[in-house]
């Protein structure tokens, strides 16, 4: 039976975070830089053995550098906030002597992202985590190119994987492959294709072509539904989704991707019993309300990418220091196929870059957004 690796803990009473500082360096200059270090100490999770290029052996003592850059500064500074303030959240959770997490404020921009690498680098990070927008991520593998550094970023453009980039953010390719198998089991027989034309809705729908073929699903694009279809895949979120899911007959059943992960979309009349495939809430559930308890606020979505990649970090850190090497942050550990468990399930990175999940199917019912398949333990 293949196994994964746990890389977060999520303890059932509030975790006190008078144990160790927070010091945020000045956010302002040349480096934009704050560090964080954690001096707690637990038992490291459980991690199976796994290949590993030859490093030169680190002392106990050497500090394993984490970088992380995000737009701390400036219209997106909120999110960067709360996706910082889950970084080190997990840095906490997972209790890691000798892990320095280095904040870097990108401002959100590509020119501000290449600083920040680039001030990563100078002061020794082993990995960068981030950045969010697809522009940073480009700039940034340019400011990287041949320092043999890998890059774990939270943007959701695929495009962008490879060439050491590894593209954390959700992606549409697995949700669309676990709506059309789910669909198919269920029964539906013919799917009509409503999309945009903009690369997310166009590349989504070739996806879901390819997967309704291969689980027995008829499927074809149509400016409208037609009447022998008992189902319509609608890959699109915000106005787009409205104003696609207004030319869908009630008696089809919708089905669409992660973008209608918003609880907001349960309360839509148009939108009830309609089906996606995302990350499951209930896992996610510990994690928001330990967040809460710690910083007094909810956290932004897409805050568990942050968390979950800087609680990947300390587990390979730990992996590297078990076995007397500097931090398994190469290509092929990260890259293990029996991949890693964390806030939103089961993640492994391809050797193309890009992240594979295990997924939950959920429905809106009633205003409620209901699990109705849960995500898989185990790849």
């Known amino acids: ?9 999520l303890f059932p009473a509030f975790l006190v975070l008078t144990a160790a500082l927070v010091v945020l360096g000045g956010c302002t200059g040349a480096s934009n830089k704050a560090v964080w270090s954690n001096n707690q100490t637990q038992n490291a999770p459980a991690i199976g053995a796994v290949p590993m290029a030859a490093r030169p052996a680190q002392q106990a003592d050497v500090s394993t550098k984490v970088a992380i850059l995000l737009p701390l500064s400036g219209s997106n500074a909120a999110l960067g906030q709360s996706m910082l303030q889950a970084a080190q959240l997990a840095v906490f959770d997972t209790g890691y002597d000798n892990f320095e997490l280095m904040p870097f404020d990108t401002a959100g921009t590509p020119g501000g992202a290449a600083m920040a690498a680039s001030s990563a ?6 990995i960068i985590l981030g950045p969010l927008f697809a522009e940073e991520v480009r700039s940034v593998k340019s400011a990287t190119a041949g320092q043999n550094i890998n890059i774990i970023a939270f943007s959701t453009d695929w495009t962008l994987a490879g060439d050491n980039t590894f593209i954390m953010g959700f ?3 697995g949700q669309v492959d676990r709506i059309a198998a789910f669909a198919a089991a269920r029964g539906l027989k013919s799917t009509a294709i409503l999309s945009g034309q903009d690369t997310y809705g166009l590349s989504a729908s070739s996806a ?13 694009r149509a400016a409208a539904p037609l009447p022998s279809h008992d189902s319509v895949f609608i890959p699109a979120g915000g106005q787009s989704l409205a104003s696609l899911a207004a030319k869908t007959p009630p008696t089809l059943r919708k089905l669409g991707t992660g973008l209608w992960d918003d609880d907001r979309l349960a309360t839509s009349p148009v939108m009830n019993g309609a089906w996606f495939a995302a990350p499951s809430p209930s896992l996610r559930a510990g994690f928001e309300t330990k ?4 910083y007094g606020s909810a956290p932004i979505r897409i805050a568990s990418l942050a968390y979950d990649a800087t609680a990947l970090s300390v587990a390979l850190g730990k992996l590297g220091q078990t076995r007397g090497t500097g931090p398994a942050f190469d290509a092929q550990s990260l890259t293990n196929p029996a991949g890693f468990a964390g ?3 089961i993640v492994r990175f391809q050797t193309n870059g890009m992240a594979e999940r295990g997924l939950a199917v959920l429905e809106f019912r009633s205003g409620r957004m209901v699990e109705i398949d849960p995500a898989p333990k185990r790849f």
């Not at 039976?1 to 803990?9: A, C, D, E, G």
């Not at 680098?121 to 082993?126: C, I, R, T």
């Not at 967040?291 to 710690?294: E, I, M």
């Open 291 to 294: 967040y809460k308890s710690t």
């Open 1 to 9: 039976m293949t196994l994964f690796h746990r890389f977060y803990s």
């Open 208 to 220: 879901f072509e390819q997967s309704a073929r291969r689980y027995g699903l008829a499927a074809n």
């Open 171 to 173: 992606l549409p390719f």
């Open 343 to 345: 806030i939103d399930g």
């Open 121 to 126: 680098l100078s002061k020794g990070a082993q």
